[in-house]
């Protein structure tokens, strides 16, 4: 059995209003128009939104720490699949390749998403997962992340203010006064929010 497999890029993260305390990653069908709905913790959030937004945490977080790993030892992340969808959880798998061998290994989607962003590995899904399990209301944003989206609410935004700092500081320490001056002015502009 070959089921079509749909590929989907990170549209947006935002608080969920389904859950308190939890966000929505929002995945997007890449050359179409459906959305898929991923319910994530803070920590998977904010780990995601340092991807997205290429901030250097002044030290490796879980994630970049175990992709510093793979990538030592010749490992590549091919891709990640979400391959079930059951009581609004989703099951994903990574592919990667060591050497001739493809290694097929179950993750959570939130880690595996994480991982194929820091990694630049392309998401797929099944089909009939995506049609299931979609967006079914006719607003459909298609806005990207940036500037003032919702995923950029106080914990969020306090959290990466103080990464952002300690960057600073590992900047000027390591005397990369272009990268200081980019983090200082991206500070200044979160202080002002």
């Known amino acids: 059995m070959n089921k079509k497999k749909i590929e989907l890029q ?3 993260i935002s608080n969920s209003q389904a859950q308190a305390g939890a966000y929505a990653l929002v995945l997007a069908e890449v050359g179409g ?3 898929l709905p991923v319910i994530i913790g803070a920590y998977e959030a904010q780990a995601m939104l340092i991807e997205l937004k290429k901030i250097i945490p002044p030290r490796p977080m879980t994630h970049n720490l175990f992709a510093s790993v793979l990538e030592i030892l010749g490992v590549k992340l091919l891709r990640i699949l979400i391959y079930k ?3 609004g959880i989703f099951y994903s798998f990574l ?4 050497e001739e ?3 097929r290994i179950d993750a959570r989607t939130s880690d595996a998403v994480t991982l194929a962003l820091r990694m630049d590995a392309p998401i797929f899904i099944y089909e009939d997962i ?3 399990e979609r967006l079914k209301t006719g607003e459909q944003s298609t806005a990207p992340m940036g500037d003032g989206s919702p995923a950029q609410d106080e914990f969020l935004q306090e959290d990466s203010l103080e990464m952002l700092k300690a960057a600073l500081q590992k900047a000027i320490e390591d005397e ?3 990268r200081a001056a980019r983090l200082r002015d991206r ?3 979160m202080e002002k929010e």
């Open 176 to 178: 990369d006064y272009e």
């Open 33 to 35: 128009n459906r959305q």
């Open 130 to 132: 995506l049609e299931a």
């Open 101 to 103: 061998t493809i290694l």
């Open 187 to 189: 500070i200044r502009s």
């Open 85 to 87: 969808a059951e009581n």
């Open 95 to 98: 592919y990667m390749k060591a």
């Open 10 to 12: 990170v549209q947006n």
